[in-house]
């Protein structure tokens, strides 16, 4: 008999594990975080989800966590070495239920990340944001989303299937929100760590969150081909951060959709026309994106909020470090970050207010962000002028 290592499973936040006479052991999954009693229920038990996770560790996810050990330590560990397993379901989210996989072997332990699709549309998009991690992991480095090992499914009771991959797990990293502040009655980002020691952040530190996410998100932007990494959303926990007495480190931990906002028809040897076509797409991908980080939802389940004008300039700031970091293309006659810095001081504040109103047209227009996007549209507007003068005057 093969061997098999010992598995435990929980609930995040809860110290005592559950087992097959739980109360929850039986109880449906909810589909959402904004869980009902009533509606929003998956068919598919806790129970169910737990065993799907386990046969799946146990048929290709020891092999998988085994070679990261053999990497992370530089010796070699066979999946017979990995003693324990303990499996916690972290969140119910729109498409995936994640759990955090903590792995022994030996006297060390890793914690990976399992995404785990249940519902139709989690299993439409887990394939497609397996592969575009996977990509985006071999073809740039430094990398700041988590490496991927691997994906498989499981057939569970009634031949219902459960998708799922193992990835890394972004260790003393939290997910954070928008939240009001009980003292001052202000919007502040919360960071979620610890429940019992949550605190607010200072503007500086939200600041250097928002310059870090739009560096990110432009990083991963390619000049060319208009590649780009889309529908991800804060109120979704797609970002997280690290605090510590090194400072504040973001990462990105999904892709749902990585592809171009529209097709690039010109030949690419014509220079002139090409020139105006990556810098007007890249203006266009900008002003999506300074849209985009200012939409949260209150403390994550809440109403849609419109975050603090300090991320206007703290994501022009981050975004031009990231074009900095961008190899030059021969067809443009400076580097990137140059080019974009000078066309964008041809764009009048018209331009800027009609180009933005157009972004809007990216959003589902029965979407809950679009009235509060139009509702700000002309302050965010006058902030962004205000961010590209203070950057052109420096």
């Known amino acids: 008999m093969p061997y098999r290592p010992q598995f435990s499973y929980f609930i995040s936040h809860h110290k005592s594990p559950i087992t097959k006479n739980s109360e929850i052991w039986h109880q449906p999954l909810p589909l959402s975080r904004k869980f009902s009693t009533n509606i929003g229920q998956s068919t598919i038990d806790h129970g169910v989800y737990f065993n799907a996770v386990r046969v799946f560790m146990e048929n290709s996810g020891c092999e998988m966590i085994s070679q990261v050990f053999s990497q992370r330590f530089k010796k070699s560990v066979k999946p017979t070495d990995i003693r324990e397993i303990k499996i916690c379901l972290e969140k119910h989210g729109e498409f995936y239920h994640p759990a955090r996989i903590e792995t022994f072997a030996g006297h060390q332990n890793i914690s990976f990340v399992l995404n785990v699709a249940v519902s139709e549309a989690g299993i439409r998009l887990i394939h497609e944001e397996y592969h575009h991690l996977k990509k985006l992991g071999d073809e740039f480095s430094p990398s700041f989303l988590p490496r991927v090992y691997g994906y498989g499914q499981i057939r569970s009771v009634g031949n219902r299937r459960i998708h799922m991959f193992l990835g ?67 109120a979704a926990g797609d970002f997280v951060v690290r605090l510590d007495s090194a400072g504040l480190d973001a990462k990105l931990i999904t892709v749902r959709r990585y592809a171009p906002l529209f097709h690039n028809p010109i030949d690419l040897k014509n220079t002139e026309n090409n020139v105006e076509l990556f810098l007007q797409a890249l ?76 972004a809007i047209n990216t959003f589902n227009p029965q979407a809950p962000e679009v009235p509060v996007i139009k509702q700000h549209l002309i302050a965010h507007v006058e902030a962004l002028s205000q961010a590209l003068d203070g950057m052109l005057n420096k």
């Open 168 to 234: 890394q797990w972004f260790e003393g990293y939290s997910e954070f929100h928008v939240s009001k502040d009980p003292v001052d009655n202000k919007y502040k980002i919360l960071v979620w760590n610890d429940p019992k020691s949550r605190s607010f952040l200072s503007p500086q530190k939200a600041a250097e969150i928002y310059r870090q996410m739009a560096r990110i998100l432009a990083y991963y932007y390619n000049v060319e081909t208009f590649e780009q990494i889309s529908a991800w959303h804060l």
């Open 283 to 358: 203006l266009i991908f900008f002003l999506n994106l300074a849209i985009r980080i200012r939409l949260d939802r209150l403390d994550g389940v809440g109403d849609v909020v419109w975050t603090n004008k300090l991320a206007v300039q703290s994501t022009l700031a981050g975004f031009l470090e990231a074009l900095a970091l961008k190899p030059r293309i021969p067809l443009l006659p400076a580097s990137i970050d140059q080019c974009f810095r000078y066309y964008l001081s041809s764009c009048t504040k018209e331009d800027l207010h009609d180009l933005s109103k157009a």
